[in-house]
């Protein structure tokens, strides 16, 4: 089965911000950052404490005047949790796009050649044609969103795969389902009708 599309800009983010949550490298790098923001977070919640609290030091004893700083650090960090977990995707995703604000490689024709033994997959890079071809028993995790399929047969290499039958059709979009079921056991859903 031979898949053509012209692989856009879009396309990449979303590659990029489903590596964010399959790549070991990027929940090394979240884990860090996620420790460091909450430590930040609970020592501003405690210096501002200490800033405001001594105009109320009389309405209180010594050691509550003295355990009010660390229980205030306390709740706001775990106010601020949720949104110190997203801040590494965020920043990540944000960095990358002003990285790639400039750049002219897309949209970039994509041949994807989908069969019993792999994936052949071809794009054009300066003038030439590339080809990579990835058996099946290469594919170490899938990932998939709202219009994609992702294979990856390595760390941060993957096989982008548009999943809408605008670009498959239902003929071509069965044989997916099929051959993904064979060879990796993997029952993916068409989220983008």
């Not at 209180?60 to 229980?71: A, G």
């Not at 994807?112 to 994936?119: A, D, K, R, S, Y």
């Amino acid at each position: 089965m031979i898949v053509k599309y012209q692989m856009s800009y879009e396309d990449y983010i979303a590659l990029q911000k489903d590596s964010l949550k399959r790549t070991r490298f990027h929940r090394i790098k979240s884990s860090i950052l996620f420790v460091l923001l909450t430590v930040m977070v609970f020592l501003f919640g405690i210096v501002l404490s200490i800033l405001v609290l001594p105009q109320a030091s009389h309405l209180m004893s010594f050691k509550m005047y003295q355990l009010l700083p660390i229980f205030i650090g306390i709740l706001l960090a775990l106010v601020m949790m949720r949104y110190v977990k997203k801040f590494y995707a965020f920043a990540t995703i944000a960095q990358l796009k002003f990285m790639l604000r400039n750049d002219k490689r897309w949209p970039r024709d994509i041949t994807l050649n989908i069969h019993e033994v792999g994936i052949d997959l071809t794009y054009s890079r300066e003038n030439s044609d590339i080809t990579t071809n990835v058996i099946w028993d290469s594919v170490k995790t899938i990932g998939q969103d709202r219009n994609h399929l992702f294979l990856y047969y390595e760390e941060t290499e993957a096989v982008i795969i548009p999943t809408s039958y605008n670009v498959l059709g239902k003929e071509k979009h069965e044989i997916l389902r099929k051959l993904l079921m064979q060879h990796l056991n993997y029952e993916f859903q068409n989220n983008s009708d």
